[in-house]
């Protein structure tokens, strides 16, 4: 479903033959995924992704790199780009920009249950301690420029009641966090869903897709994880998963009093820019590939509940 490019096996050979990775034994399309053509491939060596880039901004894939090669060299958990014998991780193939990965062990958590949760606000407060000092530069493309330029497309399809609240939102933002960048800055994943995780059982087999990675407030990236992996159905926040993952976070980075004052309004923010990503998606720029949509009305929900209720105390911790 989603092997949008198809390779043979020559061809895959052949681009094995420019790395120290072994001889291909199998290659296997891999049905997830929704903007990559991905593959297994195993080789007489060792278990390894292929992944295709058929979309995006190919420019911006050296950052990703880097990125990764970055974490990867300070022990994260995260699938560090295989490098070639002249250095490079970055190939052609099949006309597409290339990148092969190790595999990664484990299944994408549906329900994550308490110990995940810990694994990984864990793995977020330690990325953002070494992700603090990344020397790279890309900045955040779902920031609240961005919100501010892109939510005027999807108004005409709302309702009066929710073009009320989108605006409304959106005006409160610029007012609470305007162009002052007082926040902790360094690296994000930008997109930490539960199907951008594998666990294998409790213990985190790594962090993938990255190619929402960028600099900016490390409290954005955060707040999407707990909009996501801490969420009941009705949008409302679960305070044990909340708490399991905002300990173990900040047992390795506390939270500073800025980003206790802008933790509620930045739950709201990342709520709503998948509110927004989602409506786009589904009204203004479809993908060219028959792939179903994620529901934008999730994030309205949770939107909505954050605003009912506002967030959860943040947890205590002495480090
Ligand atoms: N390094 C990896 N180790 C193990 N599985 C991976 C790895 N990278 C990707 N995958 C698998 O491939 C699927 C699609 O990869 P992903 O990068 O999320 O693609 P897309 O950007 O198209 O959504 C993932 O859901 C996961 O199952
Ligand atoms: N995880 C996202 C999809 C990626 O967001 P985008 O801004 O890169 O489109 C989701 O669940 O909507």
Same mark, same amino acid.
């Given at each position: 479903?989603?092997? !949008?490019?198809?390779?043979?096996?020559?061809?895959?050979?052949?681009?094995?033959?420019?790395?120290?990775?072994?001889?291909?034994?199998? /290659?296997?399309? &891999?049905?997830?995924?929704?903007?990559?053509?991905? !593959? !297994? &491939?195993?080789?007489?060596?060792?278990?390894?992704?292929?992944?295709?880039?058929?979309?995006?901004?190919?420019?911006?894939?050296? !950052?990703?790199?880097?990125?990764?090669?970055? $974490? @990867?060299?300070?022990?994260?958990?995260?699938?560090?780009?295989?490098?070639?014998?002249?250095?490079?991780?970055?190939?052609?193939?099949?006309?597409?920009?290339?990148?092969?990965?190790?595999?990664?062990?484990?299944?994408?958590?549906?329900?994550?249950? /308490?110990?995940?949760?810990?694994?990984?606000?864990?793995? $977020?407060?330690?990325?953002?301690?070494?992700?603090?000092?990344?020397?790279?530069?890309?900045?955040?493309?779902?920031?609240?420029?961005?919100?501010?330029?892109?939510?005027?497309?999807?108004?005409?399809?709302?309702?009066?009641?929710?073009?009320?609240?989108?605006?409304?939102?959106?005006?409160?933002?610029?007012?609470?966090?305007? @162009?002052?960048?007082?926040?902790?800055?360094?690296?994000?994943?930008? @997109?930490?869903?539960?199907?951008?995780?594998?666990?294998?059982?409790?213990?985190?087999?790594?962090? #993938?897709?990255?190619?929402?990675?960028?600099?900016? @407030?490390?409290?954005?990236?955060?707040? #999407?994880?707990?909009?996501?992996?801490?969420?009941?159905?009705?949008?409302?926040?679960?305070?044990?998963?909340?708490?399991?993952? /905002?300990?173990?976070?900040?047992?390795?980075?506390?939270?500073?009093?800025?980003?206790?004052?802008?933790?509620?309004?930045?739950?709201?923010?990342?709520?709503?820019?998948?509110?927004?990503?989602?409506?786009?998606?589904?009204?203004?720029?479809?993908?060219?590939?028959?792939?179903?949509?994620?529901?934008?009305?999730?994030?309205?929900?949770?939107?909505?509940?954050?605003?009912?209720?506002?967030?959860?105390?943040?947890?205590?911790?002495?480090?």
């Amino acid at each position: 479903m989603a092997v !949008f490019t198809p390779l043979t096996q020559p061809q895959v050979v052949e681009f094995l033959s420019r790395f120290d990775a072994g001889a291909l034994v199998s /290659l296997e399309g &891999v049905p997830a995924g929704t903007e990559n053509t991905t !593959f !297994f &491939v195993t080789t007489n060596r060792r278990a390894l992704v292929l992944t295709l880039f058929e979309q995006g901004e190919h420019e911006e894939l050296p !950052f990703f790199v880097e990125l990764l090669d970055y $974490l @990867d060299e300070h022990r994260l958990p995260v699938p560090g780009p295989l490098h070639d014998r002249n250095g490079d991780a970055l190939h052609t193939l099949a006309g597409k920009p290339a990148l092969l990965f190790p595999k990664l062990p484990g299944q994408h958590p549906k329900a994550p249950n /308490l110990a995940q949760c810990h694994e990984l606000g864990d793995t $977020l407060g330690h990325m953002h301690v070494v992700s603090r000092h990344f020397p790279g530069h890309r900045p955040n493309p779902r920031d609240l420029h961005w919100l501010l330029l892109m939510h005027h497309k999807v108004l005409v399809y709302l309702s009066p009641e929710d073009q009320t609240l989108m605006k409304d939102e959106v005006e409160t933002y610029q007012g609470f966090f305007g @162009d002052a960048t007082t926040l902790p800055q360094g690296a994000l994943h930008g @997109d930490l869903f539960r199907d951008n995780t594998l666990f294998d059982g409790d213990r985190l087999g790594g962090l #993938i897709d990255f190619y929402n990675g960028c600099t900016g @407030d490390l409290l954005f990236d955060l707040a #999407i994880v707990i909009n996501d992996w801490a969420t009941e159905a009705d949008g409302r926040l679960d305070p044990a998963r909340h708490d399991a993952i /905002l300990v173990a976070y900040q047992a390795r980075r506390s939270l500073t009093v800025a980003e206790r004052d802008a933790w509620p309004m930045m739950l709201r923010l990342t709520a709503l820019r998948y509110w927004l990503s989602r409506l786009l998606v589904v009204y203004v720029d479809p993908p060219a590939h028959d792939l179903t949509p994620h529901d934008p009305d999730r994030f309205r929900t949770i939107l909505k509940a954050r605003l009912e209720d506002g967030a959860l105390p943040l947890p205590e911790v002495s480090q």
